[in-house]
């Protein structure tokens, strides 16, 4: 399966008034690349994406540089290098394909809108051909990263726990598309990222700020030495820093109306340990879904599990290089 099908979906949502026609070919695509999926070999999985990517280098040599760049410095997914016969990207991805197109096909059924239909099959569509037009059309430019005001509403009375923090920025963002909150409860893991975060916020009421980690458990984990790309910082069982770790429902006895998370992939873990808000108080749900290759159906599948009236939708706010920043959104 060549790349060649971006193009006619491409003309389709360029041309098209007819919002049916783009519905029935979104559908229509999405279904042919989960039939070659299912009925394909991994071998032959792995051989299409092997050709893909070198189609990509034949196509722009220096966009193909870029590709590898990105995927072997943001090593999320496993190493690519063509060069020395390493493609420890495309067999994980090729493996994840093939063992959970049934999951990807149920996720694409309880997904509640176009816009999020039409992102999942673009990451699909890259995952096996590389393609940067593919990423492209899906990218959201109209609202801030986890605030799609179609779908999140707010008022003042809401309780936002924002796990994986950072230095603020996505609590200046909530606050500047929504204006008014309860309270805000910030976790953050990285001791100096810690202390900008508090820095940055100082001007804001009503927030707590909570240097410790999410999880399923409560405990101690540990950070390796600190990363070169600051966001990228992952919680593991060895290390030089402790990190004490809680989980959300032990850490936050108050009702939360809208849970954040963007910790690595830990997602999992962390969407465990908010399994009683999840139940009780059914928050407002923004997850980072794209750090591993199973995330993107895995953790919809979990909420779907603890809460199974939870409607789900997708965003991409990510580059058109490789698949980051990918949002489930739960409400």
């Known amino acids: 399966m060549r790349h060649r099908k971006e193009h006619d979906l491409m003309s389709i949502l360029n041309t098209s008034n007819n919002s049916e026609q783009v519905k029935y070919s979104v559908d229509k695509m999405f279904s042919e690349y989960i039939d070659y999926i299912a009925t394909a070999s991994i071998d032959n999985i792995e051989n299409c994406m092997k050709r893909n990517l070198g189609d990509r280098r034949s196509f722009n ?35 994840a394909l093939k063992e959970h197109h049934e999951d990807l096909s149920w996720l694409y059924s309880r997904l509640c809108d176009y816009r999020s239909k039409r992102t ?33 509403k707010c008022g003042p009375d809401e309780v936002f726990v924002d796990i994986g923090a950072y230095t603020g920025d996505t609590v200046k963002d909530y606050i500047n598309s929504y204006g008014c909150y309860k309270k805000i409860y910030c976790y953050e893991i990285v001791p100096h990222i810690f202390q900008e975060l508090k820095q940055n916020l100082v001007q804001y009421p009503n927030i707590e700020y909570c240097q410790r980690g999410a999880g399923d458990l409560g405990g101690i984990m540990y950070l390796t030495d600190i990363e070169p790309h600051q966001s990228m910082h992952k919680l593991s069982d060895f290390g030089t820093m402790k990190v004490p770790v809680v989980k959300i429902d032990d850490d936050i006895s108050e009702p939360v109306t809208f849970i954040k998370m963007d910790i690595e992939g830990s997602e999992q873990k962390a969407i465990l340990g908010c399994r009683n808000h999840i139940q009780t108080s059914h928050p407002k749900l923004a997850i980072s879904v794209y750090h591993n290759n199973e995330d993107i159906w895995k953790c919809a599948r979990m909420i779907d599990e603890i809460d199974p009236s939870y409607q789900f939708y997708l965003r991409y706010n990510g580059g058109n290089y490789y698949p980051s920043e990918c949002i489930l959104l739960g409400i």
């Open 61 to 95: 040599n220096q966009n193909y540089e870029r590709i590898l760049y990105y995927y072997n410095t943001f090593n999320y997914w496993g190493k690519i290098d063509p060069e020395k016969g390493v493609y420890e990207l495309i067999e994980n991805r090729s493996k």
């Open 120 to 152: 999942l099959f673009g990451i699909i569509e890259n995952w096996l051909t590389f393609s940067m037009v593919s990423l492209s059309r899906i990218m959201e430019k109209t609202f801030h990263q986890y605030f799609d005001l179609d779908v999140i």
